[in-house]
T-cell receptor
Framework: EAGVAQSPRYKIIEKRQSVAFWCNPISGHATLYWYQQILGQGPKLLIQFQNNGVVDDSQLPKDRFSAERLKGVDSTLKIQPAKLEDSAVYLC???????????????FGPGTRLTVL | AQSVTQLGSHVSVSEGALVLLRCNYSSSVPPYLFWYVQYPNQGLQLLLKYTTGATLVKGINGFEAEFKKSETSFHLTKPSAHMSDAAEYFCAVLGNNRKLIWGLGTSLAVNP
């Protein structure tokens, strides 16, 4: 089966500009995650969707970050305006709802590397 | 609250040598534990997981990990390192709220 797709793979912008990332999860996966991974750190969950609803966005900087998953399939993450500290890799992951509810393996995309100058 | 500590941000081994990457966790409930690998410019890939049952877990690419409750550890090992094993390795525990709690990662270098 096809994996999680993300685009673009790389993006360089100047601070105060806007940027958007796209993610297409594995077909049939109801849960979609966006993570921010700063160099030298583990991934930080930004937002989790269940179908087209938000399950958890407690760590999303809502003054500048937004995300949507309108049809419950693909998703976009936007930053407006970007700051220098937003330089990171943005990872998208998806998981199915089959199996034990306490564990659903997350499958990750290749990520988008964002550099803010 | 759950947490994960990976001892050693950088580990370097010779090709053919034993790989040992250390992970300690804290959890108030029986933990679900994971090791993920991240190759350069790629996303995270699940290496292995412990949920219940056998404490020695075998994963892909010859890796295995042993859950030791008394030591709150889940160290990752591989008997013989290969050049292709060079990557970043992350240990994670499933939190009470079903979110993954990640360690900071260990960068593995394999020298010829």
């Amino acid at each position: 089966e096809a994996g999680v797709a993300q685009s673009p793979r790389y993006k360089i912008i100047e601070k105060r500009q806007s940027v958007a990332f796209w993610c297409n999860p594995i077909s049939g996966h109801a849960t979609l995650y966006w993570y921010q991974q700063i160099l030298g750190q583990g991934p930080k969950l930004l937002i989790q969707f269940q179908n087209n609803g938000v399950v958890d966005d407690s760590q999303l900087p809502k003054d500048r970050f937004s995300a949507e998953r309108l049809k419950g399939v693909d998703s976009t993450l936007k930053i407006q305006p970007a700051k220098l500290e937003d330089s990171a890799v943005y990872l998208c992951a998806s998981s199915s709802q089959r199996g034990a509810p306490s564990y659903n393996e997350q499958f990750f995309g290749p990520g988008t590397r964002l550099t803010v100058l | 609250a759950q947490s994960v500590t990976q001892l050693g941000s950088h580990v370097s081994v010779s090709e053919g040598a034993l790989v040992l990457l250390r992970c300690n966790y804290s959890s108030s409930v029986p933990p679900y534990l994971f090791w993920y690998v991240q190759y350069p410019n790629q996303g995270l890939q699940l290496l292995l997981k412990y949920t219940t049952g056998a404490t020695l877990v075998k994963g892909i690419n010859g890796f295995e990990a042993e859950f030791k409750k008394s030591e709150t550890s889940f160290h990752l090992t591989k008997p013989s390192a290969h050049m292709s094993d060079a990557a970043e390795y992350f240990c994670a525990v499933l939190g009470n709220n079903r979110k993954l709690i990640w360690g900071l990662g260990t960068s593995l270098a394999v020298n010829p």
